[in-house]
């Protein structure tokens, strides 16, 4: 059974618009979330993390929210651009050297 | 070279074949891995060496074999491997000895006719 759901397996926005990528998990113990972004014929490249003491944390274009109730978290990327077309991961860490990982939304910036 | 490099790029082999995939991380970091992708599957985990010494092994077959000589560089020897274990091979590397961040590799494509 997946531990963590991106059920969106793409997204086409504007550029210039936000983008917002979702992702759930199931474990109420997760303490610490990522974000990788990955583009064709390349390795994941870690984007943003957020722990499970913060709900937001920032870095330039990219915000991701945690909302721990709901295990929930989502990465908005604002403004878009289409060098952010890629496909996004979500990963969550299970402990131990374990990140277990969503099978990824494609988003498509149109320019 | 800078980060987590992978070599070859690009393999193919058949199911008798032997063949290795290596992997050095120009990082500084504790902690090497390997992980799997498949089409429209998560990445999944295989090995992770910390110092060297293997931590964990998600329950791979014994036709992939792991080995980290240093801290710096894993392999992953291939012999006899099915069809099926076509996939994406991605080394990554992480400094922190929880392996909350990895930072990944460029990986190899694998196809097994």
């Known amino acids: 059974d997946q531990q963590v759901k991106q059920n969106s397996p793409s997204l086409s926005v504007q550029e210039g618009r936000i983008s917002i990528l979702n992702c759930d998990y199931t474990n109420s113990m997760f303490d610490y979330f990522l974000w990788y972004k990955k583009y064709p014929a390349e390795g994941p490249t870690f984007l943003i993390s957020i722990s499970s003491i913060k709900d937001k944390n920032e870095d330039g274009r990219f915000t991701v929210f945690l909302n721990k109730s709901a295990k929930h978290l989502s990465l908005h990327i604002v403004p878009s651009q289409p060098g952010d077309s890629a496909v996004y991961f979500c990963?969550?860490?299970?402990?131990?050297?374990?990140?277990?990982f969503g099978k990824g939304t494609k988003l498509s910036v149109i320019p | 070279e800078t980060g987590v490099t992978q070599t070859p790029r690009h393999l193919v082999m058949g199911m008798t074949n032997k063949k290795s995939l290596k992997c050095e991380q120009h990082l500084g970091h504790n902690a090497m891995y390997w992980y799997k992708q498949s089409a429209k599957k998560p990445l999944e985990l295989m090995f992770v060496y910390s110092l060297e010494e293997r931590v964990e092994n998600n329950s791979v077959p014994s036709r992939f074999s792991p080995e980290c000589p240093n801290s710096s560089h894993l392999f992953l020897h291939l012999h006899t491997l099915q069809p099926e274990d076509s996939a994406l091979y991605l080394c990554a590397s992480s400094q922190d000895d929880r392996g909350e961040t990895q930072y990944f590799g460029p990986g190899t494509r694998l196809l097994v006719l």
């Open positions: 990963a969550v860490w299970a402990g131990s050297y374990q990140l277990t």
